[in-house]
Every structure is written in structure tokens, then in C-alpha cells.
T-cell receptor, first 115, second 110 residues
Framework: GAVVSQHPSWVICKSGTSVKIECRSLDFQATTMFWYRQFPKQSLMLMATSNEGSKATYEQGVEKDKFLINHASLTLSTLTVTSAHPEDSSFYIC???????????FGPGTRLLVL | GENVEQHPSTLSVQEGDSAVIKCTYSDSASNYFPWYKQELGKRPQLIIDIRSNVGEKKDQRIAVTLNKTAKHFSLHITETQPEDSAVYFCATGGYNKLIFGAGTRLAVHP
């Protein structure tokens, strides 16, 4: 499968600041990347789907102005949580998908704690 | 909208026993059914998947069965080992996106 990295692995920030999370596909051309959020002991909730060079498609209930997604290349997508608040504290995970199949490969996740 | 129900939410077995987790889905257009294993604090890892043109797939101790008519698919783990303890998620979908079940916390006791 694909090798996917995320940076940072964890971040603590003050309420009101913005946080950028990077998702990199190290050995795989990811035409599509997905961003998920996972609260403790819960399932993965899809936030948005991004295709390289296109605007992201957000799931219902996810604010696109709060969660900015950029997918500038086949190997990098970024998620920026703008004006973060304590309720945004969660585990954010990206996944990558190639053009040839449906399989998604996940990054290691970024744990965000907003104080 | 699309929905995936997963049962049971928790499962406790003795080492060596079998474990079965079942998922039911609503979208008849779903054609891809992966299973992921997630250990605490780590990424979900794909353990097996099946496509709608296949009824069963096996990989060593793990197997998945699919009943498209009834819209359900199941994960079977035989000869369970303590290292199988984790949360298992089913999912359905295809090229557009995956919809995940709520997860099953499997505990394998020595």
C-alpha cells in the first residue's frame, strides 16, 4: 500500500489561533485525498474530499471557511483549522487514493488540542 | 443518505476462538467493502477488502463474506490471538468516498 505521512503528529494551541496540518503521499500519486476527524472512541467522520488542483468537496455540516483544504500537488494536501476552538480538539486523519482503485491508505493522524 | 450499521460494538473472545463482525449497508450502489483495523492512537490499517462481484475472500486467518442481496457483509477472524485486539471498522463505498461503520472493539483474552 501507499506510504502516507502527516505533520505535525500532535499540536497544542490556544483558542483563536490557526493550525495547518500537512498530509503527504510519499510513494504514491494521490489523485484524491480525504480528510477525516475522529473523536475518542468514535468512528471516522469524513470532512472533505479533495482532488488535485480542484476545490475540495465538503460533507454536510463541515464549514469550508473554518476547515481550509488545499491539494496543490499529487503528493501534498493541507488542512488548516482556522480560529480553532476547544471543540475542534480531535484526531485528524488524512487518506490517499490513487486513480486506479478505491482503496484508501491512511496517514498516522494529527492530534489537535485547543486550549 | 448512506448508512452503515456495525455489530457488535464490543466483542470479547478467548484466544483461539473465532470472531465475527457484521455490517449492514443501505446504498445498493456500493461496490467496495473494506475492513480496517485501528489500534489505540494509530492509523486505520486495511486488513482485507472485497468488491461486489465477489462473494467471499480469504487471507490466512481473515475472511470477508458479502451478501449483496441482503446488503450485508461480515468479517471473520479465526484462531484469534491477543494481537488481534483492536477496533475494527467496516466501510462501504467506491471511488467517491467511504462511509464507515461505528466500529467494533475486539478484545482477545489469553
Amino acid at each position: 500500500g501507499a506510504v502516507v505521512s502527516q505533520h505535525p503528529s500532535w499540536v497544542i494551541c490556544k483558542s483563536g489561533t490557526s493550525v495547518k496540518i500537512e498530509c503527504r503521499s510519499l510513494d504514491f500519486q494521490a489523485t484524491t485525498m480525504f480528510w477525516y476527524r475522529q473523536f475518542p472512541k468514535q468512528s471516522l467522520m469524513l470532512m472533505a474530499t479533495s482532488n488535485e488542483g480542484s476545490k475540495a468537496t465538503y460533507e454536510q455540516g463541515v464549514e469550508k471557511d473554518k476547515f481550509l483544504i488545499n491539494h496543490a500537488s499529487l503528493t501534498l494536501s493541507t488542512l488548516t483549522v482556522t480560529s480553532a476552538h476547544p471543540e475542534d480538539s480531535s484526531f485528524y486523519i488524512c487518506s490517499v487514493q490513487g486513480a486506479r482503485g478505491e482503496t484508501q491508505y491512511f496517514g498516522p493522524g494529527t492530534r489537535l488540542l485547543v486550549l | 443518505g448512506e448508512n452503515v450499521e456495525q455489530h457488535p460494538s464490543t466483542l470479547s473472545v478467548q484466544e483461539g476462538d473465532s470472531a465475527v463482525i457484521k455490517c449492514t449497508y443501505s446504498d445498493s450502489a456500493s461496490n467496495y467493502f473494506p475492513w480496517y483495523k485501528q489500534e489505540l492512537g494509530k492509523r486505520p490499517q486495511l486488513i482485507i477488502d472485497i468488491r461486489s462481484n465477489v462473494g467471499e475472500k480469504k487471507d490466512q486467518r481473515i475472511a470477508v463474506t458479502l451478501n449483496k442481496t441482503a446488503k450485508h457483509f461480515s468479517l471473520h477472524i479465526t484462531e484469534t490471538q491477543p494481537e488481534d485486539s483492536a477496533v475494527y471498522f467496516c466501510a462501504t463505498g467506491g471511488y467517491n468516498k467511504l462511509i464507515f461503520g461505528a466500529g467494533t472493539r475486539l478484545a482477545v483474552h489469553p
